[in-house]
């Protein structure tokens, strides 16, 4: 199974950017996104459960992200609206080929085995 990011970009401070994360070669029950910027720790951002749409989220991005997916097997999208400078990233989608619970995996990020190539998101003032 491999994963796919696109919808990175460059925004102002308070725009909004959509990444999506497409999955091929096989499903995967849940999708999280995690972030990673310069000097920092890989942290999660959102993780959604595919077949009952269950949602968690970092608190730091509660309110302003949205994780969703769509009829389109094996999707999953971020809406980010009111981007921060702190939000600059590379962003990152990561599943597995076993079920995961999203509240765990979203402060696990080794506990998953699928990644895609991450997608840079810069927010600037």
């Known amino acids: 199974v491999q994963l796919v990011e696109s919808g990175g970009g460059s925004v102002e401070s308070g725009g909004s950017l959509k990444l999506t994360c497409a999955a091929s070669?096989?499903?995967?029950?849940?999708m999280a996104w995690f972030r990673q910027a310069p000097g920092k720790a890989r942290e999660g951002v959102a993780c959604?459960?595919?077949?009952?749409?269950?949602?968690f989220y970092a608190e730091s991005v509660k309110g302003r992200f949205t994780v969703s997916t769509a009829h389109a097997p094996n999707e999953a999208y971020l809406q980010m609206d009111n981007l921060k400078d702190d939000d600059t990233a590379v962003y990152y989608c990561?599943?597995?080929?076993?079920?995961?619970?999203?509240?765990?995996?979203?402060?696990?990020?080794?506990?998953?085995?699928?990644w895609g190539q991450g997608t840079q998101v810069t927010v600037s003032a």
């Open positions: 990561a599943s597995d080929r076993v079920p995961f619970p999203c509240q765990i995996a979203i402060n696990s990020p080794r506990s998953l085995d699928l």
């Open positions: 070669g096989g499903r995967v029950l849940a």
């Open positions: 959604i459960h595919l077949d009952d749409r269950t949602t």
